[in-house]
């Protein structure tokens, strides 16, 4: 079982800047895409971001991001604290949402959220206009 928590989530203003944390334990190792997804009220969760990860390996994970996201955030993670991040930049009103951490073990890089076997809790971000 891989335990996942976020952290990060708040009050921010439109055009300012917000990083979530993802941190991951429990049975975590081998191969992982770690993703990040949000949903807003009334709206099905959607795709944010992805990275693939060698658990213990500092080798380069490809990335993927929601078109509506790619330029603005940034997904990363930390080796040594098993730890993902999501950078949120120029944040727009439409970026209010409960962002959730998502672990995919093997596999490809995929936006369905089905296709991933373990999650966080959730963080709230909301951001005023």
């Known amino acids: 079982q891989v335990q996942l928590v976020e952290s990060g989530g708040g009050l921010v203003q439109a055009g300012g800047s917000v990083r979530l944390s993802c941190a991951a334990s429990g049975r975590f190792f081998g191969r992982y895409v770690m993703g990040w997804f949000r949903q807003s009220p009334g709206k099905e969760r959607e795709f944010v971001a992805a990275i693939t990860w060698i658990v213990g390996s500092t080798a380069y994970g490809s990335t993927d991001y929601a078109d509506s996201v790619k330029g603005r955030f940034t997904i990363s993670r930390d080796v040594a604290k098993i730890t993902v991040y999501l950078q949120m930049n120029s944040l727009k009103a439409e970026d209010t949402a409960v962002y959730y951490c998502?672990?995919?073990?093997?596999?490809?890089?995929?936006?369905?959220?089905?296709?991933?076997?373990?999650w966080g809790q959730g963080t709230q971000v909301t951001v005023s206009s």
């Open positions: 998502a672990a995919r073990s093997m596999g490809p890089v995929t936006r369905e959220s089905r296709d991933y076997n373990a």
